[in-house]
């Protein structure tokens, strides 16, 4: 008999939705940093796109020259066209401007910038192949036998397959290895904010400043991978590692990784260690484009709203927070002019609980000026949609720039201040300086985000 129009539409449904959700089994790991015994293990080995968890290995190998004296943590790194033509996440820097590591690492971790982790590529090893083939060899030598790289920020390669790849088991070796390895440098991990110039970045972690004893470490978002985060909670002198791999949204993610900390924190017995874990065969991770980002679901994921009040955490995950950001700096290009480079992409929806983005990216030209010295200015036009036109023409001038939707910049003449070194576990002390812009807009597409 043939089904009555309703009946089709009541199956239409409920197929486009089991397309639209990631596989119930997505990969999971909850492992003991100190001794890498494994709490609980759901498709630990299943090959999955890192996406951002990526810069996770970036921040090893950087900090590993630090340790090994090839790189110094206050060293300039001078931005290149290389870095620039990253795609959003990034922070925009005009061609020849200076970073140093040390502020370099803290915004590759809190905003997720892809240019960045190319800039400290460069800085490290000469070179981002180079800096790729250290990135494989010290994965196999750590012990994350299902792992490849071919990047330093988890961008997806196209045309052609993706051969970047990963598991939750590799994943959770690495976040051991950093604490262990570096443990100096864990306050990196629970960064909840930095700030540039008059602009407060947010860390993509929901559950910093959230979760009780929330202490790291990274998320990571591209269409294939879904929703990913390698998360690490504190509870006296326990520490544990959460890698959730596949989530629907930012929201869920940071659900499910809460979820398996109280299973893992109550936990008596372990599973045996994440070295234990047998690996998996299989060609190709498991890709959700489709699922995340094609057009076919598009209207499907549109009409999805969550819950307030689904899950007991939901709540305070959606809440907004007060943050306590840490100074970050970058240094003018020589003789450049002041014009910042247009955004080339977009980027990850943003948590629910973030301040919404404009959809015109965030645009400061690029001058070096000491503390005091600039007086930064909202425009009258407040929101993109309709800006109404100024009685009276702007000035034009090299120091200062003004569009509907930009920030207008006021420069005293006076000269930059002096180079300091940054002092251990402590904001850069370089000299104070406006960037170039930082883009970060409101939608996902394919092949232009990592988080």
Same mark, same amino acid.
């Given at each position: ?121 460069? /800085? +490290?090893?000469?070179?981002? %192949? ?6 494989? #060899?010290?994965? *196999?030598?750590?012990?994350? $036998? =299902? ?98 791999? /596949? +989530?629907?949204?930012?929201? %869920? ?6 979820? #398996?900390?109280? *299973?893992?924190?109550?936990? $008596? =017995? ?182």
């Amino acid at each position: 008999m043939p089904q009555s129009p309703a009946r089709r539409a009541v199956a239409w449904l409920a197929a486009t939705l089991a397309l639209v959700a990631p596989a119930a089994a997505n990969p999971l790991v909850v492992a003991d940093v100190a001794t890498g015994q494994v709490l609980e293990a759901q498709e630990p080995t299943v090959p999955w796109y890192p996406a951002s968890l990526t810069k996770l290995m970036t921040t090893y190998v950087v900090l590993q020259a630090i340790e090994n004296g090839k790189l110094r943590r206050d060293a300039p790194l001078v931005y290149s066209a290389r870095a620039q033509a990253e795609p959003p996440s990034k922070m925009g820097f005009q061609v020849g401007q200076t970073v140093t590591v040390d502020d370099a690492l803290k915004m590759l971790m809190v905003q997720s910038a892809n240019d960045i982790a190319f800039l400290l590529a460069e /800085g +490290a090893s000469g070179s981002v %192949e180079g800096f790729v083939a250290e990135m494989n #060899a010290t994965a *196999r030598r750590i012990g994350m $036998t =299902s792992t490849n790289f071919v990047n330093p920020n988890g961008l997806p390669v196209r045309p052609g397959p993706d051969l970047q790849r990963t598991t939750a088991r590799d994943m959770a070796v690495l976040a051991t290895r950093l604490y262990r390895d570096f443990p100096q440098w864990a306050g990196l991990f629970s960064l909840d904010a930095i700030q540039i110039g008059d602009r407060i970045l947010r860390n993509h972690n929901g559950l910093v400043g959230r979760y009780p004893g929330t202490d790291g470490m990274k998320t990571g978002y591209v269409c294939s991978s879904g929703f990913n985060v390698v998360a690490t909670a504190t509870r006296g002198s326990r520490r544990l590692v959460t890698v959730v791999l /596949g +989530a629907p949204t930012p929201i %869920e993610r940071s659900e499910t990784a809460i979820d #398996a900390f109280e *299973r893992g924190f109550a936990a $008596t =017995s372990a599973r045996g260690t994440l070295a234990s874990l047998p690996d998996v065969t299989a060609a190709f991770p498991v890709d959700l484009r489709e699922q995340m980002c094609g057009k076919s679901t598009a209207k499907i994921r549109a009409a999805r709203k969550l819950d307030p009040n689904g899950h007991p955490w939901r709540p305070i995950l959606m809440a907004k927070t007060q943050v306590n950001p840490v100074m970050v700096y970058a240094t003018p290009a020589p003789n450049a002019p002041q014009v910042a480079a247009k955004p080339s992409g977009l980027d990850e929806d943003p948590p629910a609980f973030a301040p919404k983005a404009s959809t015109t990216p965030a645009l400061i030209p690029g001058a070096a000026v000491k503390p005091g010295s600039a007086k930064v200015k909202p425009l009258k036009a407040a929101t993109p949609q309709k800006a109404k036109a100024s009685a009276k023409a702007p000035k034009k001038t090299a120091a200062s720039t003004e569009k509907k939707g930009r920030v207008k910049i006021e420069l005293t003449p006076k000269s930059a201040g002096p180079t300091l070194s940054p002092g251990p576990n402590a904001a850069s002390n370089s000299p104070v300086a406006v960037p170039g812009g930082i883009y970060r807009n409101a939608a996902p597409t394919e092949g232009k985000s990592s988080f």
